[in-house]
């Protein structure tokens, strides 16, 4: 079957780093994105890897390993805003995306 | 364009109710996609379009269910006989077939279904 995990819940302090894990089981492989979503709304597209290493944007990154099935996502400077639920998600061999759970991502003063 | 729109944002209804649900995705996205989300999970997928064919539909997917695209353009998902595991955030998504690889989605705000 086809499996995404991310950790459910995570808290860290305004101004800090944060390092979001993902990792995937899926028939093929097109690539891995990283979508934020705040409670309520709908979810908004952050990143995009395919290829092995790290992509930067601003204050927020993504790698990729695809030979251990695994990313993360990296925020840096924390902000209020940046609470929201950050969703993993795989684009497997038929071009369908596979979501994870989401990882809800609660930031304190 | 300002994006994706749902209609309407938030519908409430009694069991055996049918509801539809309308998505007017960006016009010149060709591939329009309907999923649902329950709170904490990721979206689950029900269907996509490609223009006006219905190229796949989730299994999860009851007869109850059903989705048209008739123009190519906007596309309504209606449940009919609605029971109230059918309470959830369905969510209308387009995108752009010449970025299929890059799955890049774009989402509306979604219509929030209670079922009483």
């Known amino acids: 079957g086809q499996n995404i995990d991310q950790p459910t819940e995570m808290t860290a302090t305004e101004g800090a780093i944060v390092q979001i894990n993902c990792t995937y089981q899926?028939?093929?492989?097109?690539?891995l994105f990283w979508y934020q979503q705040h409670a309520g709304e709908a979810p908004t597209f952050l990143s995009y890897?395919?290829l092995d290493g790290l992509e930067e944007k601003g204050r927020f990154s993504s790698f990729l390993s695809r030979s251990k099935g695994y990313s993360y996502l990296l925020l840096k400077e924390l902000q209020m805003k940046d609470s929201a639920s950050y969703l993993c998600a795989v684009l497997d061999s038929n071009y369908q995306l596979i979501w994870g759970a989401g990882t809800k991502l609660i930031i304190k003063p | 364009d300002t994006g994706v729109s749902q209609d309407p944002r938030h519908k409430i209804t009694k069991r055996g109710q049918n509801v539809t649900f309308r998505c007017d995705p960006i016009s010149e996205h060709n591939r329009l996609y309907w999923y649902r989300q329950t709170l904490g999970q990721g979206p689950e997928f029900l269907t996509y379009?490609?223009?006006?064919?219905?190229?796949?539909k989730s299994r999860l997917l009851s007869d109850r269910f059903s989705a048209e695209r008739p123009k190519g353009s906007f596309s309504t998902l209606e449940i009919q006989r609605t029971e109230q595991g059918d309470s959830a955030m369905y969510l209308c998504a387009s995108s752009l077939v010449l970025d299929v690889n890059t799955g890049e989605l774009f989402f509306g705000e979604g219509s929030r279904l209670t079922v009483l």
């Open positions: 899926t028939s093929g492989f097109n690539g």
């Open positions: 379009f490609q223009n006006e064919a219905q190229l796949e």
């Open positions: 890897n395919v």
